[in-house]
C-alpha cells in the first residue's frame, strides 16, 4: 500500500457547517441502533447547542481527519458528565467507507487515546458488530490500562475507562 498522510486536525467554528455535513452520514449508518428517523426535510436532526459545544467548551472539540489532504471522516470528543468519571469521551469517531479498513481509524483512536495525562471513556451500541469489532481490536492493542465499567445512564451502551499508565 503506498505511504499516505493522515492527520487529524482541530477545527474552529467556522468548520460548524461541514462537521453537520459530514455528521449525517454518521447518523445514517448508526440509525438502526439508534432508532432514529430522517425529519421532514430528508435529514437527521441535529442539537445545535450540542453541536455548537465543540467550539466553546474547552475539553470538547470536533477534528477532521484528512487523508492526502482529502476530507475522511471526523473525531469528536467531549468532557464526560457522569458522575464519578474524570475523563474526555472519543465521542463519535467516523471514517468514510472509501477510506475504511486500512488501518486509519485505528491508528488515529491509538493515538489519542494514548495522548495527554486525560483518562479516556469509549462507548458504543452493543449491538453495532462493526464498532465491537473495531474497539476490540483497538482497545486490545493499547498500551494503557482498559477497562469495562458499568454505566446507568443507557443500558444498550457498552462503555470503556482507558486510565493513564502507571508511573514508575
Same mark, same amino acid.
Given at each position: 500500500m503506498p505511504e499516505v498522510t493522515v492527520e487529524l486536525i482541530q477545527t474552529g467554528p467556522e468548520a460548524a457547517e461541514l462537521i453537520r455535513n459530514l455528521y449525517q452520514y454518521y447518523a445514517y449508518e448508526s *440509525?438502526?441502533? +439508534?432508532?432514529?428517523?430522517?425529519?421532514? @426535510? &430528508?435529514?437527521?436532526y441535529i442539537h445545535d447547542e450540542h453541536l455548537a459545544r465543540y467550539w466553546q467548551d474547552p475539553q470538547w472539540s470536533a477534528n477532521l481527519l484528512l487523508? /492526502? &489532504?482529502?476530507?475522511?471522516? #471526523?473525531?469528536?470528543?467531549? &468532557? *464526560?458528565?457522569? =458522575? /464519578?468519571? /474524570?475523563?474526555?469521551? %472519543?465521542? @463519535? %469517531? #467516523?471514517?468514510?467507507?472509501?477510506? !475504511? !479498513?486500512?488501518?486509519i481509524g485505528r491508528a488515529i483512536a491509538s493515538q489519542v487515546l494514548c495522548s495527554g495525562q486525560a483518562n479516556w471513556l469509549v462507548r458504543f451500541y452493543d449491538q453495532d458488530e462493526v464498532s465491537q469489532a473495531f474497539w476490540r481490536t483497538v482497545?486490545?492493542? %493499547? =498500551?494503557? =490500562?482498559?477497562?469495562?465499567? +458499568? %454505566?446507568e445512564d443507557d443500558p444498550q451502551l457498552v462503555s470503556y475507562l482507558i486510565t493513564r499508565a502507571a508511573l514508575h
Open positions: *440509525s438502526d441502533w +439508534e432508532q432514529e428517523d430522517v425529519e421532514a @426535510d &430528508g435529514r437527521f487523508v /492526502d &489532504g482529502y476530507i475522511a471522516g #471526523f473525531l469528536l470528543i467531549e &468532557g *464526560s458528565e457522569l =458522575p /464519578d468519571i /474524570d475523563a474526555l469521551e %472519543l465521542a @463519535d %469517531l #467516523f471514517i468514510l467507507k472509501r477510506y !475504511r !479498513r486500512k488501518g482497545l486490545d492493542n %493499547l =498500551p494503557r =490500562p482498559v477497562q469495562t465499567i +458499568e %454505566l
